[in-house]
Each structure stands twice: as structure tokens, then as C-alpha cells.
């Protein structure tokens, strides 16, 4: 038996592949209603100018050609686009699976069906306190929270599975246990909790960032809930949480989670057509209006995104860590906090073990002559 040695070509297949985004989140609007606190889009009821329907359906099949990832359709809110469902409709044409992040005031018997008939498969919908008095004040929106439990509703009535995101800072930590117990009680099929990062309107609340004790006593407190069972916890922008979960499971508690995932498993486009490693952090690997709609171009070549994927770059703490593989830090709160996304993430308070030889290669890119990235294209 023969084997075959790995060509040049081959290997530069393997690392494509390697790199496509398993879920890529589409900002299609900066429309909302809403004037919540910590918006990471600063969106409100005008919105900015928008992609026109043909550019949106460009980018799904740019994005369709180079991968087949879950489509996340986020905003504003999504639903303020009349032309929302033939943007579905399209994605799930070019075989993406499609699901939406929602306020859900805009969602009732009749919306949903048409949602799940243009191709939506799943729904997220936002509670960011375990009462109305915690989640309108977040939201800066009487009535909000009455209107996400309509729309948790409608979705269970209508077999719309849907999860629920909560953004936690020092407004609505001690809430998470009751806003967890809401979450299963209302039939979610996860709650995936978001680390406050003081970007977009929410740079007002950076008083609000939690400090690394309440940090790290919050990650633990969302791990007892994954181990008791709950609910399904997911976390977004607290990558500390996979090494947590790292440490449970050496003592047989839990299975693993991810940590950061922005610009390997995980992309965003914005409401322009840039494309990002996530939407909390601002910075432009390059626009695909202006690119002639090639993603894979983008997402593979692009100066900024290479760098967020050498771990080797990382700088403090975080690139002395011996989790750097699997968490990585939170390159958005870096940025926002220290002005650097290389920069270690400022609400981690883990000490590193044996520094000097703990550093991960994973998702290191071969070293290549390349000048430092001075600030990408910032929007």
C-alpha cells in the first residue's frame, strides 16, 4: 500500500478548511426601536444607510460559495427590512441554514409562520433581567420585557425553537440564576449569555464591566447551571468560561466549551459589508462591496485576520497562558478597554502556570514577513 505525500496544494486546502466559518452572523440593519443600553450597533429607529436586497443576496452567495455555515440574520432588528423574508428565502435557496436574533416586537402568529416558511429554523430573543424592572431599564424600553416573553411565547407555540441571550454586567449579574429559571421556564432550548463589552452605546456603561472576582464568580456560577442541567449554557465574549469548564471536566463534571471563535469558527458581516471577527469588535478585514463580493478572498488573505488567529501574537497575559489554544481572550474588550485587540483581555483574572513554556500553537498561522496591522479599517 501506497501512500500519498501532502502536496503543497493540498495543504493549502486543508488549511482553508480549517478555517471556514462553521457560523457567520449578518448585520442586515442598524433599525430598531429599541434604545437599548448596551447596543452594541447604536441602532435606533432611523438606522444608517443599509445594503440594497441584490447586495445582501451577493454576499449570502459569496458566503454560500465559499462555505455553508449557519447564517445568523441579526441587526437593529431584523424584521424592520420589508424585504427580510425574500433575504431568507435566498439563503436557504443557496443552502445555508438560517436563524434570527430578534427584540420581538414586531413578532406574532402571522410573522412567524412566514418566518419558518421563507427558512428560518430558529429564533434568539433577548431577556437581560429576571423582571420587567431590570430588563427595561437595560433597555431603556417600557414594555420590553413584557414583549420578549409574548414573542417566547408565539415562538413555543408556533415549534420555533429559541434561545435566549442575556447581556451580564454589574447591572444584572446577581440576576442570572432567576433570568436562567425564566429561560427553561419559558421553553428555551439554551440560554447563551454575553459579557458586557464597552463598545457601541455601551461604552457609557463601562463602569458597568465586571472586575475579574465578579468575572470569574459569574463563570462559575453559569457552570453550575450547565452541570446541574438546567438549561443548555452557552457563553459569548467570556472566553475564560472554556478553561472553567476545562477544570470541571478534569474532575469528570462537564464537557468542554468554546472559547473565543472570532475570525476562525465564527464571522460577522456588518450592516456596510465589511466582514469582522465578530460584531463587538470594529475593526475591518475588508469590505466585500468594494472586494467584488469575494468572502473567501477576505476571510482567508486578510492581513487583520491572520493576526487574530496567531495566538503567538497574543500579548500580556493572555499570550502566556497555557489555555491561549482554546480561550484566546476577548479580543473586543482589549480593544475597547486597552486599545489594542492583541492586548491580554482585562477582566480575566487567571494567573498563568509556568508562562515562558505554556503558550498553545493552535490556530497559528506559518510565520510570514508582514508589518504589524496599525488599526485595520475602523468603522
Not at 147 to 166: C, G, V
Amino acid at each position: 500500500m501506497t501512500t500519498k505525500s501532502l502536496t503543497t496544494h493540498d495543504a493549502r486546502r486543508t488549511t482553508r478548511d480549517g478555517l471556514k466559518p462553521r457560523l457567520i452572523a449578518f448585520e442586515v440593519t442598524r433599525r430598531c426601536r429599541y434604545h437599548c443600553r448596551h447596543c452594541r450597533a447604536n441602532a435606533g429607529p432611523q438606522g444608517a444607510s443599509e445594503l440594497t436586497t441584490q447586495q445582501c443576496k451577493k454576499i449570502i452567495a459569496a458566503i454560500a460559495k465559499f462555505t455553508k455555515p449557519v447564517l445568523i440574520i441579526t441587526g437593529g432588528e431584523p424584521m424592520e427590512r420589508p424585504d427580510l423574508f425574500e433575504i431568507i428565502k435566498y439563503a436557504k435557496e443557496k443552502g445555508l441554514r438560517v436563524v434570527m436574533a430578534t427584540c420581538g416586537y414586531l413578532l406574532d402568529d402571522k410573522s412567524i409562520v412566514q418566518l419558518k416558511k421563507a427558512g428560518v429554523s430558529a429564533l434568539s430573543l433577548s431577556i437581560d433581567g429576571a423582571s420587567s424592572e431590570t430588563h427595561d431599564r437595560f433597555r431603556d424600553s417600557p414594555g420590553a420585557f413584557d414583549t420578549a416573553l409574548r414573542a417566547a411565547e408565539i415562538a413555543r407555540k408556533n415549534k420555533m425553537p429559541f434561545q435566549i441571550n442575556t447581556t451580564l454586567s454589574k447591572i444584572n449579574a446577581g440576576e442570572i440564576i432567576g433570568i436562567a429559571h425564566l429561560a427553561k421556564r419559558l421553553g428555551a432550548a439554551c440560554l447563551n449569555a454575553f459579557m458586557l463589552v464597552p463598545t457601541g452605546r455601551a461604552e457609557e456603561l463601562d463602569d458597568a464591566v465586571l472586575d475579574p472576582i465578579q468575572y470569574e464568580a459569574l463563570l462559575n456560577e453559569l457552570l453550575r447551571v450547565k452541570i446541574r442541567g438546567d438549561i443548555e449554557v452557552r457563553v459569548t465574549c467570556g472566553p475564560s468560561f472554556s478553561r472553567i469548564c476545562q477544570q470541571a471536566k478534569a474532575k469528570g463534571l462537564t464537557a468542554e466549551a468554546k472559547g473565543c471563535m472570532g475570525g476562525k469558527g465564527f464571522g460577522f458581516v456588518s450592516f456596510r459589508g465589511d466582514i469582522q471577527t465578530c460584531g463587538f469588535l470594529d475593526v475591518s478585514a475588508g469590505n466585500l462591496v468594494e472586494n467584488g463580493f469575494n468572502f473567501s478572498k477576505i476571510w482567508l488573505k486578510s492581513q487583520f485576520l491572520n493576526e487574530i488567529r496567531d495566538v503567538s501574537a497574543l500579548k500580556g497575559k493572555c499570550g502566556d497562558c497555557e489555555y491561549v489554544g482554546s480561550c484566546g481572550g476577548c479580543k473586543a474588550r482589549a480593544m475597547a478597554i486597552h486599545g489594542d485587540y492583541l492586548a491580554g483581555d482585562p477582566v480575566c483574572g487567571y494567573q498563568p502556570k509556568n508562562p515562558p513554556k505554556a503558550r498553545s500553537r493552535r490556530w497559528r498561522e506559518p510565520r510570514r514577513a508582514r508589518p504589524r496591522l496599525s488599526a485595520g479599517r475602523r468603522r
